[in-house]
């Protein structure tokens, strides 16, 4: 069974109809045991990176996620779940789990592509993604495909070895980052159509 970790976080529902759509096993919870069992756990979520970490150590399913990762069971953050995987972020100067070293960023306030062009924020649409490193979650993705982003920070881990793809938004920006059992994606891969699904049925079956 996959763990959707409940942490009073938005989304959760609709990461469990995409697994159903799979037929994949999946269920929202926050009690330990459970999440401590499952075979694989998915951090999703949506909002603000301070209140997410006062939920997370509220229900004290921060030491819960750092157990998951030390047990070296495979993890899947989403959106704000792959900003506070690492040490830091800009939003509310807020500490993060520190699974992965480096710290999330905003995108600049007055934030122009290289044409000049103004750009909005938050980042909201579709992208494609630049493989900086391969990794099993990605096999058998178009490199055509495209994904659904909306968020106005960015991860951006400090070792390059732990980002897997960039995108492109005025520049290219941590998109998907992963470190030992953990991989983690800014975008939405449950709101991202079939390359989306296929990219949490990989998850499903990633083998490490």
């Known amino acids: ?38 075979g694989r756990v998915v951090f999703p979520g949506v909002g603000h990176a301070r209140a997410a970490m006062q939920s997370l150590r509220k229900y004290g399913l921060d030491q819960v996620l750092r157990e998951v990762y030390q047990k070296g069971n495979p ?34 306030l007055r934030h122009i592509d290289g044409r000049g062009t103004r750009l909005k924020v938050p980042h909201m649409g579709w992208n494609s993604l630049q493989l900086k490193n391969s990794h099993p979650i990605m096999r058998g993705m178009d490199e055509r495909s495209q994904f659904y982003f909306v968020h106005s920070y960015y991860p ?35 709101k ?7 990219l949490l049925a990989n998850f499903a079956n990633w083998k490490l």
């Not at 070792?159 to 939405?188: C, K, W």
């Not at 991202?192 to 296929?198: A, E, F, H, K």
């Open 1 to 38: 069974m996959i763990a959707i970790v409940d942490y009073e976080a938005g989304n959760l529902t609709s990461v469990w109809r995409a697994f159903n759509a799979l037929n994949i096993p999946a269920k929202i919870t926050r009690a330990h045991q459970e999440i401590l069992a499952a």
């Open 75 to 108: 993890l899947l953050g989403i959106c704000l779940g792959s900003q506070i995987v690492l040490d830091h972020s800009q939003e509310g100067d807020t500490e993060c789990l520190k699974l992965v070293p480096g710290e999330t960023r905003r995108f600049p």
């Open 156 to 190: 951006a881990p400090a070792n390059p070895e732990h980002i897997v793809a960039e995108s492109d938004y005025g520049f290219n920006f941590t998109a998907m980052l992963a470190r030992n059992n953990l991989v983690a994606t800014q975008f939405h891969p449950e």
């Open 192 to 198: 991202s159509g079939q390359p989306g699904l296929r």
